[in-house]
């Protein structure tokens, strides 16, 4: 079976009728053939939390002497510098991405070896409806923190041991299966056991900013602390809460053999699965532990599985959740340091937090209506995913799901046979189901221009091979080599020209907004960093009737700042018109690039100046309206 944008493959005519009613927002776009070569050869999932967990540490530089790095980062390039695609290799590369997402984003991660872990199991009074729980007790410095968990067994489909669907729960459940915000038929149908995990055992979910130190996970480890802190030991919530789900799964592991009774789970056949900040959550959980067999980490949005550095660079401000307007209970105070524009030098990115998660299986989707989930930047990091997993010849292990005309963490009956199909796969065996997913509704989006550059020489500059343009929100770049010097307490200057290149127009009128130019510089100590020029706002340019000219004229800046970092070479120059989102949350009001004339295309072109040399667009960027 697959399952796609695209013509499907093996697919029964009535599954596909009933994507094409139910998923009106998945229409036609390009594949990605799916690699599945080396599917015979390489683990479904592993016996231990870490198997790499003696690799060695890489040495990561300081935030100032990082490299800005625009598209994703390479996964396959070490942090030594070398560059190493073969699956042979991954154990200690993954090792390499979870050390920089624990010291960058999220804080550390505790392995535990130094806590006392017991469990027990006590199952359902015969005869009641009721389910059975899973009690497990970490100790610690003389603290305790106790996971209970309802257990739902399926009687009915004999002794077991089962497979089981791991739910991040808010609020648990007195009975029955917690299918999460899965469609409930996919596990009730099937020999699934579940398991809730009790996030707010470990530490309790707030919206706003809090204390936590009083949570039982920081409690444990009182040199760590959620949030901004003061010190170096900063682990947010999302490591508490991996913590926590790695030590439910030792209490799976211990009940499943005690003396009477014992937990009838199938410990290689586990899943977790959560949606939204639960999402988050669930792809943190089985990235950063191997014996989790299935993640289903379900409209997740910013933090989860879209891109940090893409949601910024093709969406407006405030539009998505971006590194500056996350919550900083859930992630660690460190990350800060890459909002706005400081976000190109953080050296991984999503695409790589989900590829952590191989060679075991993912599934993950989005939403389009709710534009704050950043649906196009899920796309762009689940295609690059794919690319890692298809590299590795397991591609029908990643899928993704991006879809609409739903409440937030609902599905429609369409997407049902999708998530079945990892379901059966990787949960109960069934390896010859296809779980070729890739539903999307973006035809022409270009997400290959993100990856382009991975696989160059170790010195080969990471840069996009075109500019970004989608109907009047763009991002330009200047392609030829720079001779821009740019010293500390200099003025420097950037600015945009528009033309309507129709050979006879009407007079218009034309602007753009949320526009700016950035300036990436490395300076002569080996640090870089972006300078920033903001573009005004509400000024507009009449364009006089049948007139092909650039307004205003080349040479007319609108706007500069002070360099005040650093003397340096100016290595990248990028303007970008994203428009402005209308109220948080929501997408532009309009787009980057405007026109009262709709029917002609408009160009652009920009340029900067420092030192008194100027650098400008080779041609122009023509904007169709009509697309």
């Not at 073969?86 to 390499?96: A, D, I, T």
């Not at 953080?346 to 704050?372: C, K, S």
């Not at 920009?606 to 309206?625: D, K, R």
Request: charged residues 15%; glycine residues 8%; aromatic residues 10%.
């Amino acid at each position: 079976m697959r399952i796609s944008a695209g013509k499907p493959r093996f697919l029964k005519t009535s599954l596909w009728l009933t994507i094409l009613l139910f998923a009106p927002a998945a229409v036609s776009s390009a594949l990605a053939q799916e690699n599945t070569s080396s599917d015979s050869t390489i683990p479904l999932v592993y016996s231990a939390e870490n198997t790499g967990a003696k690799s060695p540490a890489p040495n990561f530089p300081d935030f100032a002497q990082l490299p800005i790095i625009r598209p994703l980062p390479d996964p396959f390039r070490f942090a030594d510098g070398t560059r190493n695609t073969s699956f042979s290799s991954w154990e200690r590369r993954r090792n390499e991405i979870k050390a920089a997402i624990e010291k960058y984003e999220i804080g550390p991660k505790p392995d535990c070896t130094d806590c006392t872990t017991t469990a027990s199991y006590a199952p359902p009074p015969a005869g009641s409806n009721t389910d059975g729980v899973l009690t497990v007790v970490v100790t610690r410095n003389g603290k305790t923190l106790t996971l209970t968990s309802n257990v739902y067994i399926p009687q009915e489909a004999g002794s077991g041991p089962f497979p089981a669907l791991i739910t991040m729960t808010f609020r648990p459940r007195s009975s029955g299966p917690d299918t999460a915000t899965l469609p409930a038929s996919v596990i009730t149908s099937r020999p699934i056991a579940t398991i809730e995990f009790n996030h707010n055992q470990v530490t309790s979910l707030s919206f706003g900013h809090q204390g936590h130190s009083s949570d039982p996970f920081y409690q444990l480890y009182p040199n760590l602390c959620a949030g901004t802190c003061t010190g170096a030991s900063n682990s947010g919530q999302y490591a508490a809460w991996s913590w926590g789900v790695s030590r439910l799964i030792d209490g799976i592991e211990i009940a499943t053999r005690q003396a009477s009774n014992p937990l009838p789970i199938d410990i290689r056949h586990l899943a977790v699965a959560g949606c939204s900040y639960a999402g988050k959550m669930a792809l943190f959980a089985g990235a950063f532990d191997e014996r989790i067999a299935l993640t289903i980490a379900q409209e997740n949005g910013g933090g989860g599985a879209p891109s940090w550095r893409v949601s910024h660079e093709i969406e407006a401000d405030d539009s998505v959740e971006d590194i500056h307007d996350t919550s900083y209970d859930w992630f660690g105070g460190q990350m800060r340091q890459f909002a706005e524009n400081n976000v190109y030098k953080l050296p991984e990115d999503h695409d790589e937090l989900m590829a952590m998660v191989a060679p075991r299986a993912l599934l993950e989707t989005g939403n389009t209506d709710y534009y704050w989930l950043s649906n196009r930047s899920n796309y762009i990091s689940a295609r690059a995913t794919q690319k890692i997993f298809n590299t590795f010849g397991i591609g029908d292990r990643f899928g993704f799901y991006v879809d609409g005309k739903h409440k937030h963490c609902s599905t429609l009956p369409a997407e049902a046979p999708a998530i079945a199909a990892f379901v059966d796969k990787f949960l109960l065996g069934k390896m010859s189901v296809d779980s070729d997913v890739e539903v999307n509704p973006y035809p022409n989006l270009d997400y290959s221009r993100w990856t382009a550059w991975w696989g160059g020489e170790p010195n080969h500059d990471p840069k996009f091979p075109d500019d970004w343009n989608t109907g009047g929100s763009v991002v330009m770049s200047l392609k030829r080599r720079l001779h821009l010097h740019v010293s500390s307490n200099q003025v420097v200057h950037g600015g945009y020209q528009l033309a309507i290149s129709g050979k006879s127009h009407p007079a218009a009128t034309v602007a753009a907004s949320g526009a700016s130019v950035q300036l990436d510089i490395r300076c002569s100590d080996g640090s870089s960093y972006t300078l920033t020029i903001p573009m005004p706002e509400n000024q507009t340019y009449p364009i006089p009737a049948n007139n092909r000219s650039f307004f205003p004229e080349r040479g007319a800046f609108q706007g500069s700042t002070t360099a005040a970092q650093c003397n340096g070479v100016v290595e990248g120059a990028y303007f970008s018109a994203l428009g402005v989102a209308k109220t948080r949350a929501n997408p532009p009001a309009e787009t980057g690039l405007t026109t009262t004339d709709m029917h002609d295309p408009l160009e652009t072109r920009f340029a900067c100046s420092a030192g008194g040399t100027a650098a400008a667009s080779e041609s122009p960027l023509t904007v169709n309206f009509q697309q």
